[in-house]
């Protein structure tokens, strides 16, 4: 099969167009025809090996101290049943799928698990659609509802809103009738606002420590705000959750803050918490029970069609 490769980490050059072996599935697993996938932040930071901050040895011991581990990028995918292994029993050769494999997109042909986070790509969706939704939507339901713990009707500023993360952290909060002020570039107001967003600011014209308002939610997916700054429009018991930060700033003079990191599904995920921030499980129970149906979803949070394949997706991962 052809596939995308790459042998050094390096600037977009290092990847070649080249023959690779077509994977063959387990008893637990299905071939996938790919049809889209799609390059996210998560492949040019594996491809350039650019992991922010402290991040960058961990990221090179997880993928690969000296080369990447991994010659085939692309975690997420859209594509055909192509073959199911004997003890597959919820899909079949034909059916159109689409989600989150982990590695190994960019190529004719993946390998999925079944019960993993794939699952039947909806009608209304074409395949470049379907593959653009599993990497920004599973990072921020994982990050809001896990990391923050959002609560309902919280008061929520996203950095970075018009970004892959951004675009479904605005939806989500939505749907947890939060108010959400988005920041962005200018051009990309009009975008979202039409995800729900309630305010715009323009970074490149509001300095954000300049808001004459607080946040219980600070979810920075560029790493614009310093801790110190973030502080400082936080309400006391509020969660500060920067995507792109360096370990010296979280420990500054006189903040208390919080961190934990952990690793999930081969993803790195920190969370930063400033003063006591609440635990309380926030987002409402149907959404996390990983076996709530997608019609009863659907009904309960009055959704369109098209934010239907995501919560399909976080319900069939479990997350
Ligand atoms: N730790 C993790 O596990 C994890 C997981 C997912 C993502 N991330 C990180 O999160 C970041 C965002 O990912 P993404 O896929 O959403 O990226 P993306 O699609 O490239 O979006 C970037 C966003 O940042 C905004 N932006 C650009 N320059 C800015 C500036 N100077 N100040 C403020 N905002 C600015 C962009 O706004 P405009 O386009 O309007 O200018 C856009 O909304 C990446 O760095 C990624 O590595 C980390």
């Known amino acids: 099969m052809k596939a995308i490769t790459y042998d050094r980490y390096g600037p977009p050059e290092v990847l070649k167009l080249e023959e690779a072996p077509k994977p063959e599935p387990k008893s637990d697993e299905m071939l996938i025809e790919v049809r889209a996938t799609a390059v996210t932040t998560a492949d040019w930071r594996l491809r350039a090996s650019e992991f922010p901050g402290a991040m960058w040895p961990i990221g090179r011991l997880m993928f690969g101290i000296f080369n990447p581990r991994n010659k085939i990028l692309g975690a997420d995918v859209a594509g055909e049943v192509a073959a199911v292994g004997p003890d597959v029993s919820s899909f079949q050769v034909g059916d159109a799928v689409f ?13 999925a698990k079944e019960g993993g986070a794939i699952v039947p790509k909806p009608d209304g969706l074409t395949y470049q659609e379907a593959a653009a ?6 990072c921020s339901l994982v990050f809001l509802r896990d990391f923050a713990k959002l ?8 950095i970075g809103a018009s ?5 479904y952290a605005i939806q989500i909060a939505k749907i947890l009738d939060c108010h959400v002020t988005a920041v962005a570039s200018g051009k990309n107001s009009e975008l979202v606002q039409s995800l729900g967003a309630d305010q715009f600011v323009d970074y490149q014209k509001t300095e954000l420590t300049k ?3 607080k946040f219980d939610l600070i979810f920075d997916t560029y ?3 310093a801790f110190a700054d973030a502080g400082e429009i936080l309400i006391e018991s509020g969660t500060f959750v920067p995507l792109n930060f360096g370990i010296g700033s979280v420990f500054g003079p006189g903040e208390r803050w919080h961190c934990s990191i952990s690793i999930r599904e081969g993803c790195i995920m920190g969370q930063i918490l400033h003063g006591s921030a609440a635990t309380t499980p926030a987002v409402p129970a149907a959404i996390q029970r990983s076996k709530a149906s997608v019609a009863e979803l659907a009904a309960q949070y009055h959704l369109n069609p098209k934010t239907v394949p995501l919560l399909m997706l976080m319900t069939q991962a479990g997350v």
């Open 163 to 167: 970004g892959n993360v951004g675009v």
């Open 211 to 213: 808001l004459n308002e």
């Open 223 to 225: 790493g614009l705000l």
């Open 151 to 158: 609560n309902k009707e919280q008061r929520v500023l996203i």
């Open 133 to 138: 939704v599993p990497f920004g939507a599973l």
């Open 99 to 111: 989600g989150h494999i982990g590695k190994g997109g960019h190529a004719e042909f993946v390998i």
